[in-house]
């Protein structure tokens, strides 16, 4: 029988990489990628799960990395801000939030980004309205919203173009 309180040995795969890393059981993904990774590009805002700065991609989906235990993404792809950008440059995202200056301070710029591209996996925001409420999640205390959404509208259809959105 395994020592919890050693940590417990889990695999993932984060932006491409794939990791061994041992865990005790009460890390939170965010904190593993932040304290032990050194990715400091997804942000801790709330710690609660009401912000959105924190979230990531998991196997594709958006959830916040401040509610998910690491043990719990054991197998699992995860895709944080830093995975975005390639050797060709940045993904089209962070293209459109530059373009749109969709940021002011920037901390919640990760999260939002993040949210997005999982947003166009799921395929379900057809609309301004419904692009609104599908990143209702992300909070930007600034309250660049209208630049935040122009961003999101520009670059959906490329990344469906792209890809079908596959890409992370």
């Given at each position: 029988?395994?020592?919890?309180?050693?940590?417990?040995?889990?695999?993932?795969?984060i932006?491409?990489?794939?990791?061994?890393?041992?865990?005790?059981p009460?890390?939170?993904?965010?904190?593993?990628?932040?304290?032990?990774?050194?990715?400091?590009?997804t942000?801790?805002?709330?710690?609660?799960?009401?912000?959105?700065?924190?979230?990531?991609l998991?196997?594709?989906?958006?959830?916040?990395?401040?509610?998910?235990?690491?043990?719990?993404?054991?197998?699992?792809?995860?895709?944080?801000?830093?995975?975005?950008?390639?050797?060709?440059?940045?993904?089209?995202?962070?293209?459109?939030?530059?373009?749109?200056?969709?940021?002011?301070c920037?901390?919640?710029t990760?999260?939002?980004?993040?949210?997005?591209?999982?947003?166009?996996?799921?395929?379900?925001?057809?609309?301004?309205?419904?692009?609104?409420?599908?990143?209702?999640?992300?909070?930007?205390?600034?309250?660049a919203?209208?630049?935040?959404?122009?961003?999101?509208?520009?670059?959906?259809?490329?990344?469906h173009?792209?890809?079908?959105?596959?890409?992370?």
């Open positions: 029988m395994t020592d919890s309180r050693a940590g417990l040995p889990i695999g993932l795969t932006n491409g990489q794939p990791r061994q890393l041992t865990v005790a009460w890390t939170t993904l965010l904190d593993l990628l932040r304290e032990q990774l050194d990715l400091v590009g942000k801790k805002g709330c710690d609660h799960g009401q912000c959105g700065a924190c979230t990531v998991r196997n594709g989906t958006r959830i916040n990395a401040c509610l998910t235990l690491a043990v719990m993404c054991d197998g699992d792809q995860v895709t944080t801000i830093e995975g975005l950008a390639t050797d060709e440059g940045l993904h089209p995202l962070q293209q459109a939030f530059i373009d749109h200056d969709a940021f002011q920037g901390y919640c990760p999260g939002q980004i993040c949210s997005a591209l999982g947003l166009a996996h799921e395929g379900r925001a057809h609309s301004p309205e419904q692009l609104r409420e599908a990143m209702s999640g992300n909070l930007c205390r600034c309250g919203y209208g630049n935040i959404l122009a961003a999101v509208e520009q670059a959906l259809p490329l990344i173009r792209d890809n079908g959105g596959s890409r992370p």
